[in-house]
């Protein structure tokens, strides 16, 4: 059973540089969603993704976009990189208006 | 807006005990969804359990079950014969309800990390 993909795991950027994070949702699932997890707090909702168009946004600056292929992964970007941008993201999918949501292992992206 | 709290940052429990984490949240909706995740240090968000606000009966999911306090907005989650793979850190989240599925997006918590003594 193919889960939720994410690559990489690990990541090292420099300010102000940009980064692409990757995600490939659970089989079956067409809605993805990311998270942002800082060290020591919950997850925060940045965006969803739904049919290749941005459903609902997060409080997060315009840095901070997304994308949806046709085979329903997904692109994270984050341009001009802070250091206060270093996190787990964490990517889950899911079916539009369901509860079940599959996480992905996330990408941990640090900035030097 | 929606909140959801979890006052207690780390708890430690003996093997084969039982533990109750604590999460308060808070919402002006009637349809909505409460979770408990699991985060082991593999970083992968698990699902423990899942309870809707319109039932009125405790989930419950082998040794973990839920004591759903609707009224007072409370949701805390018992592990019953903890086990050394308990130990992680434990996330409530809430999501809104609607058009008999969901909508919104997950808000968690700050969590509780778990320890399990042997």
């Known amino acids: 059973d193919a889960g939720v993909t994410q690559s990489p795991t690990h990541l090292i950027k420099t300010r102000g540089q940009q980064v692409t994070l990757r995600c490939s949702p659970k089989?079956?699932?067409?809605?993805v969603s990311w998270y942002q997890q800082a060290l020591g707090q919950g997850p925060q909702f940045i965006f969803q993704?739904?049919?290749?168009?941005?459903?609902q946004r997060g409080n997060f600056p315009d840095r901070f976009s997304g994308h949806q292929f046709p085979n329903y992964s997904s692109e994270l970007n984050v341009n001009a990189l802070l250091l206060g941008d270093s996190a787990l993201y964490l990517c889950?999918?899911?079916?539009?208006?369901?509860?079940?949501?599959?996480f992905g292992s996330g990408t941990r992206l640090t900035v030097v | 807006a929606q909140t959801v709290t979890q006052s207690q940052p780390e708890m430690s429990v003996q093997e084969a005990e039982t533990v109750t984490l604590s999460c308060t949240y808070d919402t002006s909706e009637s349809d909505y969804y409460l979770f408990w995740y699991k985060q082991p240090p593999s970083r992968q968000m698990i699902l423990v359990i899942r309870?809707?606000?319109?039932?009125?009966q405790n989930a419950t999911e082998n040794r973990f079950s839920v004591n759903f306090q609707k009224a007072a907005k409370s949701f805390s989650l018992k592990i019953s014969d903890s086990q050394l793979g308990d130990a992680a850190m434990y996330f409530c989240a809430s999501l809104l309800g609607g058009y008999g599925g969901s909508q919104g997006n997950l808000i968690f918590g700050k969590g509780t990390k778990l320890s399990v003594k042997p």
């Open positions: 889950a999918s899911s079916l539009p208006a369901g509860t079940g949501y599959t």
């Open positions: 089989s079956g699932h067409d809605t």
């Open positions: 993704y739904y049919e290749e168009e941005e459903r």
């Open positions: 309870q809707e606000a319109y039932k009125q």
